[in-house]
């Protein structure tokens, strides 16, 4: 009797067609789509955008004590934390500011790659960039919160007014 393998079932070869067709077309668009960002525009800001969110949230990952500090640092003393969270963010715009667009998009994909695996030379700018984003976003939500905090006043007022009339 012979043995038949996994590989002679129509279904199972008809699977292997689709996925490699799948596959074919997947890598066709991804080229396409690699070239058409390449020009500056819409597109091209959109994959800056997200490469740099990538890298940023890698960082807050993996260093997420440092983005801790960067957000303590704000509560402590946002007058003195806020110039060097924007000092630290121009000087981080301005190097990613003058990199390639095979620089951006590869950079970001090895740093990524370097983060997961550990490697430590990766370390200090990753620390760097979660400690700003950590800061950023501290200073971000005082904001809302001082918002929310003035709107609440407001209300009360507006409550107390109706209250007396």
Known sequence: MAT????????????????????????????????????????????????????????????????????????ISPNIVKPITQAAEGAITGIWDKMSFNVKVGGTAAGIILNYYGYSFFDLPCSIIAATSGAEMMLKALGKEEIAHLARQKEAELNDESKLA
């Open 4 to 75: 038949r393998s996994a590989t002679d079932s129509p279904s199972i070869y008809l699977l292997y067609q689709n996925i490699s067709t799948c596959a074919n077309y997947a890598q066709k668009k991804a080229y396409e789509v690699y070239q058409e960002a390449q020009q500056p525009g819409a597109l091209q800001q959109k994959v800056y955008a997200f490469a740099r969110s990538t890298l940023g949230i890698a960082c807050i990952c993996s260093s997420k004590y440092s983005a801790l500090l960067g957000a303590a640092a704000v509560c």
